[in-house]
């Protein structure tokens, strides 16, 4: 088996510069992050790429190669990189498949093989490569195929992210690019209906397409960015961000932090680190959650997911995406596949509590945008 081949066996985890930062990173700002990823327990809980994304170049290349702008980035990417290793995390990269990035810097079109060579050289374990500035008429399967070959060529094993926002729907292709995982969807913002669109609207019938080493990707987390930052739109309440933070694990995509990881909330780090919500992230059937059905209230107020674990349990979530507090939801065994009567002991993964033992339905009431998030296991036989 290749090395590349066992990467992204469960969806990547780890922080994104672009959604707090965007072009205001520098290397204080790397290195305090990665400083703070260990001190949090980001690590711990299985966060481990530190990537940088856009801004990062200069606005030339150098005898052919990219290289770093030396103002925000003075010691150098290699020297961060080494950096980021010594705390026992991977760093990651950025570029893009046309002749520039979106913020306009050199970007990899024509230089595939060089730049990829470098990005090795450099120490890099994770490349985003996005879409803008395409040649026009150029197949984007083939760019993204180019650089996963190059990528390939260089014998590092380097995660490779394709950032082309689902346009050519790369959940068909991605994976025959090298691709370990794939945007899905345009640009999140830090905002709920964001996360209502992205998330709720746009992923659904897309969980054929996921498994081990190759992902959908709903874009970066908004989880604790409270209004402030690059993508910032207005920002979202806690229990806004926990249902955020719910389904992308419902729908093993990766978990890209965005927010500034220096200055977390307590709430923020007990959403981010919760181990039993993660877990359903990564848990090693590789299963994207998939939608089960909805409530209507007159509109779509109510959402059921469920995800198969290895273990054969299930987990479900119920979400209120409604404006009244305390509706009940309900889900019957028979809409996940179980015998009705089939006992199952549901445990309720943000509260870490057994809520006991029931057969053919569980229902619970859900306030306003919030969740309820169990784990169903079937106990004996019918
Ligand atoms: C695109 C991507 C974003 C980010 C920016 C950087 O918009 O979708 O995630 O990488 O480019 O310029």
Same mark, same amino acid.
């Given at each position: 088996m290749s090395s590349e081949s066992t990467l992204a066996q469960t969806p990547p985890m780890g922080w994104n510069s672009?959604?707090?930062f965007g072009g205001r990173i520098n290397e204080a700002v790397i290195r305090e992050t990665a400083d703070a990823m260990v001190s949090t327990g980001l690590k711990d809980a299985g966060y481990e790429y530190v990537v940088i994304d856009d801004?990062? =170049?200069?606005d030339e290349r150098v005898e052919g190669r990219l290289t770093w702008d030396s103002e925000i980035f003075p010691n150098g990417i290699p020297a961060l990189a080494d950096y980021v290793h010594d705390k026992g995390l991977k760093f990651g990269i950025y570029s893009c498949?046309?002749?520039?990035?979106?913020? %306009?810097k050199p970007a990899s079109y024509g230089y595939e093989e060089v730049d990829a060579q470098t990005f090795a050289e450099w120490g890099v374990d994770f490349l985003k490569y996005d879409f803008c500035?395409?040649?026009? +008429?150029?197949d984007g399967p083939m760019l993204y195929r180019r650089m996963g070959q190059a990528l390939r060529a260089t014998g590092r094993p380097i995660l490779y992210s394709l950032c082309e926002w689902g346009s050519h729907k790369p959940w068909e292709w991605g994976a025959t690019t090298g691709g370990h995982m794939w945007r899905t969807t345009g640009d999140i913002y830090d905002a709920w209906e964001s996360v209502l669109d992205l998330g709720f609207g746009r992923q /659904?019938?897309? &969980?054929?397409?996921?498994g081990p080493g190759r992902w959908n990707d709903p874009d970066m987390l908004i989880v604790?960015?409270? +209004? &402030?930052?690059? /993508?910032?739109? +207005?920002g979202c309440t806690d229990v806004e961000y926990r249902s955020h933070f719910s389904l992308w694990c419902m729908l093993a995509a990766p978990l890209m932090i965005g927010c500034d990881v220096r200055n977390m909330s307590q709430a923020t780090s007990d959403i981010l680190l919760n181990t039993e919500v993660i877990a359903l992230n990564q848990d090693l059937l590789g299963r994207q959650g998939y939608k089960v059905g909805s409530i209507d209230?007159? %509109? =779509?107020?109510a959402q059921v997911w469920a995800k198969p674990l290895l273990d054969g349990s299930i987990a479900v979530a119920m979400f209120?995406? %409604?404006?009244?507090?305390?509706r009940r939801i309900a889900v019957a065994w028979e809409s996940l596949?179980?015998?009705?009567r089939r006992p199952c002991t549901v445990r309720d993964l943000w509260a870490h509590e057994d809520l006991g033992t029931f057969t053919s339905s569980f229902s619970a009431r859900v306030d306003s945008h919030d969740v309820m998030l169990v784990r169903l296991t079937p106990t004996t036989e019918v």
């Open positions: 672009w959604n707090t801004l990062w =170049e200069a498949a046309g002749s520039h990035t979106c913020a %306009g500035y395409a040649p026009a +008429g150029v /659904v019938g897309l &969980e054929a397409y996921a604790g960015m409270h +209004g &402030e930052g690059n /993508v910032a739109r +207005g209230w007159g %509109g =779509e107020q209120n995406l %409604g404006d009244m507090q305390g596949g179980l015998h009705d």
